[in-house]
């Protein structure tokens, strides 16, 4: 229900955006849903990388990218974006992004559980070379 576009291949240092909008065929309104971004390296588990409110009131990031990621939503374009800068190779990985209804605000640690996420994209994947 959900489709994720622009990553690709970046040097370390560099930057990218990621774009989240519902499918094509699916339209449903992200206003109404708590987004989320999630990642997974090779030999990985998926980890949380970062949350936008439904209310727009909350974001959140984990440590790790905290200062170099940056979690938006367009309203009027249904887009979630994640503006990804000073980029290192251990950011290498396939980026999804989630959708859930019922999450609500973005405090604490809730946002990391993928059980509160209903629906998800297929995922880009993004590589930085070092």
């Known amino acids: 229900q959900l489709e994720e576009s622009g990553g690709g291949l970046v040097q370390t240092g560099g930057s990218l955006r990621l774009s989240c909008t519902s499918s094509?065929?699916?339209?449903?309104?992200?206003?109404?849903?708590?987004m989320a971004w999630f990642r997974q390296a090779p030999g990985k588990e998926r980890e949380a990388v970062s949350c936008?409110?439904?209310?727009?009131?909350?974001?959140n990031y984990v440590d790790s990218v905290k200062g170099r990621f940056t979690i938006s939503r367009d309203d009027a374009e249904n887009t979630v974006y994640l503006e990804m800068n000073s980029l290192k190779p251990e950011d290498t990985a396939v980026y999804y992004c989630?959708?859930?209804?019922?999450?609500?605000?973005?405090?604490?640690?809730?946002?990391?559980?993928?059980?509160?996420?209903?629906?998800w994209g297929q995922g880009t994947q993004v590589t930085v070379s070092s």
């Open positions: 989630a959708a859930s209804p019922v999450l609500g605000s973005c405090s604490g640690v809730k946002f990391r559980d993928e059980r509160h996420h209903e629906y």
């Open positions: 094509t065929y699916t339209k449903f309104d992200l206003n109404y849903h708590t």
């Open positions: 936008f409110s439904s209310s727009g009131l909350t974001t």
